[in-house]
Protein backbone atom coordinates (compact mmCIF):
# COMPACT_ATOMS: atom_id res chain seq x y z
CA UNK A 1 0.00 0.00 0.00
CA UNK A 2 1.27 3.32 -1.18
CA UNK A 3 0.77 6.63 1.02
CA UNK A 4 0.77 10.08 -1.01
CA UNK A 5 1.36 12.60 1.88
CA UNK A 6 1.14 16.35 0.76
CA UNK A 7 2.21 18.78 0.62
CA UNK A 8 6.14 18.07 0.68
CA UNK A 9 6.71 21.41 2.81
CA UNK A 10 4.53 23.99 4.43
CA UNK A 11 5.55 27.56 5.39
CA UNK A 12 2.69 29.17 8.44
CA UNK A 13 2.46 31.69 10.69
CA UNK A 14 2.61 31.23 14.75
CA UNK A 15 -1.08 31.11 14.75
CA UNK A 16 -2.16 29.35 12.13
CA UNK A 17 -3.85 26.34 10.98
CA UNK A 18 -2.34 24.09 9.33
CA UNK A 19 -3.42 21.04 7.67
CA UNK A 20 -1.68 18.01 5.79
CA UNK A 21 -3.16 15.07 3.70
CA UNK A 22 -2.57 11.81 3.50
CA UNK A 23 -4.21 9.22 0.77
CA UNK A 24 -4.11 5.58 0.91
CA UNK A 25 -3.98 3.77 -2.54
CA UNK A 26 -6.15 1.43 -0.85
CA UNK A 27 -8.95 1.27 1.86
CA UNK A 28 -7.16 1.11 4.98
CA UNK A 29 -10.13 1.97 7.10
CA UNK A 30 -8.87 3.41 10.01
CA UNK A 31 -5.18 1.89 10.21
CA UNK A 32 -3.61 5.37 10.05
CA UNK A 33 -0.89 6.88 12.58
CA UNK A 34 0.58 10.59 12.26
CA UNK A 35 4.20 11.00 13.85
CA UNK A 36 6.04 14.09 14.22
CA UNK A 37 10.14 13.94 13.97
CA UNK A 38 12.31 17.20 14.74
CA UNK A 39 15.69 17.67 13.59
CA UNK A 40 18.21 14.92 15.19
CA UNK A 41 15.41 12.91 17.16
CA UNK A 42 13.44 10.14 16.73
CA UNK A 43 9.71 10.45 15.87
CA UNK A 44 7.44 10.49 18.14
CA UNK A 45 3.69 9.52 18.03
CA UNK A 46 1.01 11.36 17.90
CA UNK A 47 -2.01 10.63 16.69
CA UNK A 48 -3.35 7.28 16.15
CA UNK A 49 -6.26 5.30 14.42
CA UNK A 50 -7.15 8.05 12.69
CA UNK A 51 -8.31 10.41 14.94
CA UNK A 52 -6.85 9.50 18.48
CA UNK A 53 -4.77 11.90 20.60
CA UNK A 54 -1.54 9.84 22.06
CA UNK A 55 -1.13 10.11 25.62
CA UNK A 56 0.48 14.00 26.82
CA UNK A 57 -0.03 15.24 22.96
CA UNK A 58 -1.29 18.63 23.38
CA UNK A 59 -5.23 18.73 21.77
CA UNK A 60 -4.19 21.71 19.17
CA UNK A 61 -3.28 18.26 16.86
CA UNK A 62 -6.00 16.00 15.80
CA UNK A 63 -6.62 13.89 12.77
CA UNK A 64 -9.54 12.31 10.84
CA UNK A 65 -10.91 10.41 8.09
CA UNK A 66 -10.84 6.84 6.80
CA UNK A 67 -11.16 4.59 4.03
CA UNK A 68 -8.30 6.34 1.47
CA UNK A 69 -8.47 10.10 2.79
CA UNK A 70 -6.77 11.33 5.76
CA UNK A 71 -6.39 15.01 6.86
CA UNK A 72 -4.01 15.75 10.44
CA UNK A 73 -4.39 19.38 11.81
CA UNK A 74 -2.63 21.32 14.07
CA UNK A 75 -5.14 24.34 15.43
CA UNK A 76 -3.07 27.52 16.33
CA UNK A 77 0.56 26.61 15.33
CA UNK A 78 3.06 27.03 17.97
CA UNK A 79 7.19 27.52 17.32
CA UNK A 80 7.60 24.11 19.15
CA UNK A 81 5.60 22.34 16.31
CA UNK A 82 8.30 22.82 13.48
CA UNK A 83 9.43 19.46 12.21
CA UNK A 84 8.17 17.19 9.61
CA UNK A 85 5.28 15.10 9.95
CA UNK A 86 4.22 11.37 8.71
CA UNK A 87 1.35 9.26 8.20
CA UNK A 88 1.96 5.93 8.71
CA UNK A 89 -0.30 2.78 7.72
CA UNK A 90 -0.72 -1.28 8.84
CA UNK A 91 -2.54 -2.86 6.96
CA UNK A 92 -0.63 -5.31 8.56
CA UNK A 93 1.83 -7.24 8.09
CA UNK A 94 3.51 -4.68 5.54
CA UNK A 95 3.58 -1.03 7.58
CA UNK A 96 4.24 2.03 5.64
CA UNK A 97 4.90 5.79 5.60
CA UNK A 98 4.25 8.73 4.07
CA UNK A 99 7.02 10.68 2.19
CA UNK A 100 6.41 13.31 5.49
CA UNK A 101 5.85 16.75 5.05
CA UNK A 102 8.21 20.00 6.45
CA UNK A 103 6.55 22.50 8.82
CA UNK A 104 8.40 25.40 9.07
CA UNK A 105 7.25 29.15 10.72
CA UNK A 106 6.72 32.04 7.99
CA UNK B 1 9.27 4.94 31.74
CA UNK B 2 9.87 3.54 28.69
CA UNK B 3 13.54 3.22 27.45
CA UNK B 4 14.68 1.63 24.11
CA UNK B 5 18.92 1.63 23.56
CA UNK B 6 19.70 0.72 20.20
CA UNK B 7 23.65 -0.93 19.35
CA UNK B 8 25.58 -2.02 17.53
CA UNK B 9 26.08 0.41 14.14
CA UNK B 10 29.06 1.42 12.68
CA UNK B 11 30.47 1.41 9.69
CA UNK B 12 30.91 -1.77 7.21
CA UNK B 13 31.64 -2.42 3.72
CA UNK B 14 29.56 -4.10 1.74
CA UNK B 15 28.29 -7.36 1.51
CA UNK B 16 29.30 -8.00 5.17
CA UNK B 17 26.98 -8.42 7.91
CA UNK B 18 26.81 -6.11 10.86
CA UNK B 19 23.74 -7.26 13.79
CA UNK B 20 22.02 -4.44 16.04
CA UNK B 21 20.56 -5.00 19.34
CA UNK B 22 18.00 -2.73 21.41
CA UNK B 23 17.91 -2.99 25.01
CA UNK B 24 14.28 -2.48 26.42
CA UNK B 25 13.40 -1.24 30.02
CA UNK B 26 10.26 0.33 31.83
CA UNK B 27 8.09 -2.02 30.52
CA UNK B 28 7.02 -5.84 30.00
CA UNK B 29 9.06 -6.83 27.12
CA UNK B 30 7.42 -9.94 26.62
CA UNK B 31 3.51 -8.62 25.77
CA UNK B 32 4.44 -6.12 22.85
CA UNK B 33 5.49 -6.35 19.25
CA UNK B 34 8.45 -4.47 18.18
CA UNK B 35 9.92 -2.87 15.43
CA UNK B 36 12.68 -1.56 13.37
CA UNK B 37 12.79 1.52 10.63
CA UNK B 38 15.21 3.30 9.46
CA UNK B 39 16.06 6.59 8.15
CA UNK B 40 18.36 7.51 5.39
CA UNK B 41 20.82 10.78 5.73
CA UNK B 42 18.32 13.18 4.57
CA UNK B 43 15.15 11.24 3.98
CA UNK B 44 12.18 10.16 5.50
CA UNK B 45 11.09 7.02 7.45
CA UNK B 46 11.07 3.45 6.25
CA UNK B 47 10.01 0.49 7.98
CA UNK B 48 12.22 -2.47 7.90
CA UNK B 49 10.55 -5.31 10.45
CA UNK B 50 7.88 -6.31 13.11
CA UNK B 51 8.15 -9.20 15.21
CA UNK B 52 5.39 -10.13 17.70
CA UNK B 53 5.32 -10.33 21.34
CA UNK B 54 6.54 -13.60 20.98
CA UNK B 55 8.37 -14.36 18.38
CA UNK B 56 6.01 -16.08 16.39
CA UNK B 57 5.41 -13.75 13.33
CA UNK B 58 7.58 -11.96 11.80
CA UNK B 59 7.26 -9.52 8.67
CA UNK B 60 10.01 -7.78 6.88
CA UNK B 61 10.13 -4.83 3.95
CA UNK B 62 10.45 -6.23 0.69
CA UNK B 63 13.74 -4.17 0.52
CA UNK B 64 15.86 -5.99 3.07
CA UNK B 65 13.48 -9.62 2.72
CA UNK B 66 16.16 -12.69 2.38
CA UNK B 67 19.13 -10.06 3.88
CA UNK B 68 17.89 -8.82 6.78
CA UNK B 69 15.98 -11.32 10.17
CA UNK B 70 14.51 -9.96 13.04
CA UNK B 71 14.72 -11.63 16.40
CA UNK B 72 14.10 -11.00 20.03
CA UNK B 73 14.86 -12.89 23.11
CA UNK B 74 12.42 -12.15 25.45
CA UNK B 75 14.39 -13.56 28.69
CA UNK B 76 17.20 -10.43 28.10
CA UNK B 77 14.14 -8.08 26.74
CA UNK B 78 16.38 -7.66 23.98
CA UNK B 79 14.88 -7.50 19.58
CA UNK B 80 18.22 -7.84 17.64
CA UNK B 81 18.39 -7.16 13.57
CA UNK B 82 20.61 -9.23 11.77
CA UNK B 83 22.06 -7.72 8.51
CA UNK B 84 23.52 -9.46 6.10
CA UNK B 85 24.62 -8.85 1.95
CA UNK B 86 24.57 -5.38 3.13
CA UNK B 87 24.28 -2.37 0.14
CA UNK B 88 25.10 1.17 0.44
CA UNK B 89 21.44 2.11 -0.04
CA UNK B 90 21.29 0.54 3.31
CA UNK B 91 23.11 3.04 5.15
CA UNK B 92 20.71 5.14 7.79
CA UNK B 93 19.68 5.57 11.42
CA UNK B 94 18.16 2.53 12.17
CA UNK B 95 15.38 2.96 15.23
CA UNK B 96 13.86 0.28 17.24
CA UNK B 97 9.83 1.18 18.38
CA UNK B 98 7.25 -0.41 20.15
CA UNK B 99 4.12 -1.33 19.70
CA UNK B 100 0.91 -0.30 20.90
CA UNK B 101 -0.31 -3.80 21.16
CA UNK B 102 1.50 -7.31 20.83
CA UNK B 103 1.37 -7.57 17.18
CA UNK B 104 2.27 -4.66 14.69
CA UNK B 105 0.50 -1.63 13.75
CA UNK B 106 1.04 1.59 15.70
CA UNK B 107 4.95 2.52 17.16
CA UNK B 108 4.41 4.13 20.45
CA UNK B 109 7.90 4.49 21.70
CA UNK B 110 11.17 4.57 19.46
CA UNK B 111 15.06 4.60 20.73
CA UNK B 112 17.20 7.48 19.67
CA UNK B 113 19.10 5.21 16.82
CA UNK B 114 21.81 3.71 15.74
CA UNK B 115 23.65 4.68 12.49
CA UNK B 116 24.60 2.42 9.79
CA UNK B 117 27.27 3.16 7.26
CA UNK B 118 27.59 1.06 4.36
CA UNK B 119 30.94 2.16 2.45
CA UNK B 120 33.76 0.53 0.59
Known amino acids: IQMTQSPSSLSASVGDRVTITCQAS??????LNWYQQKPGRAPKLLIY???NLATGVPSRFSGSGSGTDFTFSINSLQPEDIATYYC?????????FGGGTKVEIK | QVQLVESGGGAVQPGRSLRLSCAASGFTFNIYGMHWVRQAPGKGLEWVAV????????YHADSVKGRFTVSRDNSKNTLYLQMNSLRADDTAVYYC?????????????WGQGTLVTVSS
Open chain 2, 51 to 58: IWYDGSNK
Open chain 2, 97 to 109: ARDRTSAGTTLDY
Open chain 1, 88 to 96: QQYNIPALT
Open chain 1, 49 to 51: DAS
Open chain 1, 26 to 31: QDISDY
